[in-house]
Protein backbone atom coordinates (compact mmCIF):
# COMPACT_ATOMS: atom_id res chain seq x y z
CA UNK A 1 0.00 0.00 0.00
CA UNK A 2 1.38 3.57 -1.10
CA UNK A 3 2.37 4.98 2.33
CA UNK A 4 -0.12 7.76 1.63
CA UNK A 5 -3.21 5.95 1.51
CA UNK A 6 -1.74 3.95 5.08
CA UNK A 7 -1.07 7.53 6.70
CA UNK A 8 -4.90 8.56 5.90
CA UNK A 9 -6.22 5.26 7.04
CA UNK A 10 -4.51 5.99 10.08
CA UNK A 11 -5.83 9.73 10.16
CA UNK A 12 -8.92 8.45 9.59
CA UNK A 13 -8.84 6.06 12.55
CA UNK A 14 -8.10 8.68 14.78
CA UNK A 15 -11.25 11.45 13.23
CA UNK A 16 -13.36 8.26 13.58
CA UNK A 17 -13.02 8.13 17.46
CA UNK A 18 -16.09 9.19 19.75
CA UNK A 19 -15.37 13.02 20.55
CA UNK A 20 -15.19 12.33 24.18
CA UNK A 21 -12.27 10.27 23.64
CA UNK A 22 -10.33 12.69 20.87
CA UNK A 23 -10.64 16.08 23.11
CA UNK A 24 -8.28 14.01 25.82
CA UNK A 25 -5.96 13.60 23.36
CA UNK A 26 -3.42 16.12 25.01
CA UNK A 27 0.60 16.20 24.61
CA UNK A 28 0.75 13.29 21.88
CA UNK A 29 2.40 12.18 18.14
CA UNK A 30 0.95 9.70 16.25
CA UNK A 31 3.08 8.54 13.46
CA UNK A 32 4.27 6.13 10.89
CA UNK A 33 7.29 3.79 10.60
CA UNK A 34 7.67 1.50 7.68
CA UNK A 35 9.58 -1.10 10.35
CA UNK A 36 10.69 -0.90 14.16
CA UNK A 37 13.73 -0.17 15.75
CA UNK A 38 16.06 -2.69 17.56
CA UNK A 39 15.88 -0.26 20.47
CA UNK A 40 11.57 -0.03 20.25
CA UNK A 41 11.60 -4.31 19.73
CA UNK A 42 13.46 -4.26 22.90
CA UNK A 43 11.92 -1.85 24.78
CA UNK A 44 8.46 -4.41 24.47
CA UNK A 45 10.88 -7.52 24.53
CA UNK A 46 10.57 -8.55 20.90
CA UNK A 47 12.94 -9.86 18.54
CA UNK A 48 11.61 -10.09 15.48
CA UNK A 49 10.22 -6.89 13.73
CA UNK A 50 7.16 -8.78 11.72
CA UNK A 51 6.06 -9.25 15.25
CA UNK A 52 5.25 -5.05 16.61
CA UNK A 53 2.61 -3.21 14.61
CA UNK A 54 2.41 -0.31 16.95
CA UNK A 55 3.44 0.80 19.89
CA UNK A 56 2.87 3.13 22.58
CA UNK A 57 5.54 5.44 24.38
CA UNK A 58 5.28 7.47 27.10
CA UNK A 59 3.47 8.49 30.30
CA UNK A 60 -0.07 7.16 30.32
CA UNK A 61 -2.51 9.66 31.29
CA UNK A 62 -3.89 7.46 34.53
CA UNK A 63 0.04 7.87 35.99
CA UNK A 64 -0.42 11.88 35.17
CA UNK A 65 0.19 14.70 38.15
CA UNK A 66 0.25 18.35 38.94
CA UNK A 67 3.87 17.63 38.34
CA UNK A 68 2.96 16.53 34.35
CA UNK A 69 4.07 19.26 32.41
CA UNK A 70 6.77 20.63 29.70
CA UNK A 71 7.33 17.27 28.30
CA UNK A 72 7.88 16.06 25.11
CA UNK A 73 5.26 14.91 23.44
CA UNK A 74 4.06 11.10 23.99
CA UNK A 75 4.47 8.91 21.08
CA UNK A 76 2.05 5.97 19.05
CA UNK A 77 4.02 4.76 16.36
CA UNK A 78 2.51 2.39 13.74
CA UNK A 79 4.48 0.03 11.73
CA UNK A 80 3.31 -0.53 8.15
CA UNK A 81 5.41 -3.37 7.33
CA UNK A 82 4.63 -5.56 9.55
CA UNK A 83 0.86 -4.66 9.54
CA UNK A 84 1.02 -5.56 5.75
CA UNK A 85 2.76 -8.72 6.32
CA UNK A 86 -0.04 -10.30 8.60
CA UNK A 87 -3.07 -9.08 6.24
CA UNK A 88 -3.75 -10.52 3.20
CA UNK A 89 -5.86 -8.52 2.23
CA UNK A 90 -6.94 -5.03 1.95
CA UNK A 91 -9.77 -5.16 4.03
CA UNK A 92 -8.01 -7.36 7.09
CA UNK A 93 -5.47 -4.12 6.48
CA UNK A 94 -7.86 -1.49 7.49
CA UNK A 95 -9.41 -3.61 10.34
CA UNK A 96 -6.15 -4.45 11.67
CA UNK A 97 -5.08 -0.98 11.32
CA UNK A 98 -8.15 0.60 13.53
CA UNK A 99 -7.91 -2.16 16.22
CA UNK A 100 -3.66 -1.36 16.32
CA UNK A 101 -4.61 2.50 16.67
CA UNK A 102 -7.04 1.57 18.97
CA UNK A 103 -4.73 -0.35 21.26
CA UNK A 104 -2.32 2.08 21.28
CA UNK A 105 -4.62 4.57 22.14
CA UNK A 106 -6.10 2.66 24.69
CA UNK A 107 -2.46 2.31 26.72
CA UNK A 108 -2.44 6.19 26.69
CA UNK A 109 -5.46 5.96 28.58
CA UNK A 110 -3.70 3.45 30.93
CA UNK A 111 -4.70 0.23 30.01
CA UNK A 112 -1.99 -2.31 29.97
CA UNK A 113 -2.04 -5.43 27.72
CA UNK A 114 -3.56 -7.99 29.68
CA UNK A 115 -6.97 -5.21 30.15
CA UNK A 116 -7.45 -4.44 26.52
CA UNK A 117 -7.09 -8.50 26.26
CA UNK A 118 -9.66 -9.14 28.21
CA UNK A 119 -11.50 -6.58 26.75
CA UNK A 120 -10.97 -8.09 22.91
CA UNK A 121 -11.58 -11.43 24.20
CA UNK A 122 -14.99 -10.37 25.50
CA UNK A 123 -16.27 -8.70 22.62
CA UNK A 124 -15.21 -11.36 20.86
CA UNK A 125 -12.42 -10.36 18.39
Same mark, same amino acid.
Given at each position: ?101 ? $???? $? ?18
Amino acid at each position: MLPEKFERLVIDTVAGMPAEFKEMLDNIDICIQDWPSGQQLKSVGLRDKYDLLGLYEGTPRTRRDQNYNLVLPDKITIFQKPLEAQCPSTRELKEEIVRTVK $HEIA $HYFGLDDERLDEIENRAGR
